[in-house]
């Protein structure tokens, strides 16, 4: 079919910048579990402010996360269970943008591959080959209840999820029709037309924590999306190391990874601290926390509970991301040791993602290109001209 592409020239997840960066969540709150006046919310203008502002400035990932319903029990109104869908999201996202990759979120458990392969392909078509897919096995029991379909146990979730992505690739890739009878879905003469413009497909992004969940990311995944569980840069090279090292030996893959993190840049280090406790402690939406905790301790296999509950501000201020905190000059110099630890890419959420866009654009993003570790976004502009 015309308009494929030789390899993935237009995704810049394959450029060259060192440090690759990009925004989490706009089609929900973000990740911050607080009650805090002036969060930000999902409506369809700071969608499209945030990508737009995002896109302008050379980000290279704008990533949506799938959720069906928030955590606090009882509460179908709760501001954490709002959240555009991922798949619509991505594809309005990439009309209104023109260089970062549009990721959509697919829970496996929720939609069927044929499904996935056709809405991917056609948000493929619309970015002219930005697409990226985030696949996630499920973990929120009360979410995966209401399609009727229980949440698996642990390893099935990743046997499942392993053979809705066999599926999805060969709906992308495979010019005949196909019959598939494995353990969960049987495909009878399948195909998707039209196919993504990304050859060999458009890449795969993985969140597992387990030692399921790292094994399936290192089998299948273009990019590992990990969270740091130390604030000690000795131990985030090593933990990045682990995951490149084992996708290379088991499986010969090399493959990115990546960690998001929760933002908070203030001219002083006190304003930026006084500002964390304002809106992950003084505002801590306890119900969203304790629910997620509760929730994350009984579901995943990837972090104890014990570490869960030390975490507690952390989990407040993003979901326990790596928290970058302090001055422009403070984050920059962070930023520059998760590189020098081997961090291929990073996304942030923000309280309010429109001022904290606006900070970091005006200040870090400039030492970043001073470093050298990403380009200026004249560069960027200038070679999609002599590209094109
Ligand atoms: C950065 C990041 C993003 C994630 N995004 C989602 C998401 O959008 N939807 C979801 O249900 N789970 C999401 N998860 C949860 C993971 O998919 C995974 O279930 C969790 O990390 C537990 O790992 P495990 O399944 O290997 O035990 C995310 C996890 C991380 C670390």
Not at 316 to 345: F, K, P, V
Request: hydrophobic content about 40%; glycine content about 8%; charged content about 25%.
């Amino acid at each position: 079919m015309s308009g494929r592409q030789d390899g993935r020239p237009n995704n810049p997840l394959f450029g060259p910048n060192r440090l690759k960066i990009g925004i989490f969540g706009t089609n929900g709150k973000g990740s911050a579990h607080t009650r805090v006046p002036g969060h930000y919310k999902p409506s369809w203008d700071n969608v499209l402010a945030t990508a737009r502002t995002a896109d302008a400035a050379g980000y290279e990932a704008i990533v949506a996360y799938a959720r069906w319903k928030g955590y606090v029990e009882g509460r179908p109104d709760h501001p954490g269970g709002i959240i555009l869908d991922p798949y619509i999201f991505a594809a309005g996202v990439a009309q209104a943008t023109s260089h970062a990759a549009v990721f959509a979120t697919s829970h496996a458990p929720t939609i069927h591959p044929l499904l996935a392969a056709k809405q991917t392909a056609t948000i493929d078509h619309v970015s002219n080959g930005r697409l990226a897919l985030n696949v996630v096995a499920g973990w929120n029991k009360p979410e995966l209840e209401m399609f009727g379909a229980p949440l698996k146990e642990h390893t099935e979730r990743y046997e499942h999820l392993a053979e809705w992505l066999h599926v999805l690739r060969r709906l992308w890739t495979e010019v005949d029709e196909f019959d598939h009878a494995g353990a969960f879905f049987s495909i009878k003469r399948g195909m998707s037309m039209p196919k993504p413009l990304q050859l060999p497909c458009p890449p795969i992004m993985c969140a597992g924590s387990s030692e399921v969940g790292r094994r399936f990311a290192g089998e299948h995944a273009d990019i590992c999306f990990v969270l740091l569980q130390s604030e000690d840069p000795a131990d985030w090279a090593r933990q990045i190391d682990a995951y490149k090292s084992f996708a290379r030996e088991e499986f010969g893959r090399e493959i990115q990874v990546w960690t998001y993190a929760p933002v908070v840049q203030r001219d002083t280090l006190k304003e930026a601290q006084a500002y964390l406790d304002y809106f992950a402690v003084e505002h801590e939406d306890s119900e969203s926390v304790d629910a997620w905790i509760a929730g994350a301790a009984q579901q995943s296999r990837g972090l104890d509970p014990e570490a869960m509950r030390r975490m507690r501000k952390n989990i407040a201020a993003g979901g326990g991301g790596t928290r970058l905190i302090g001055t422009a000059d403070m984050i920059t110099e962070q930023l520059a040791q998760l590189s020098e630890a081997g961090l291929d890419g990073i996304l942030f959420t923000w309280v309010d993602f429109i001022d904290g866009l606006a900070r970091f654009n005006a200040e870090i993003l400039p030492q970043l290109e001073n470093r050298g570790l990403r380009q200026p976004v004249r560069d960027l502009t200038t070679q999609t001209r002599e590209t094109a």
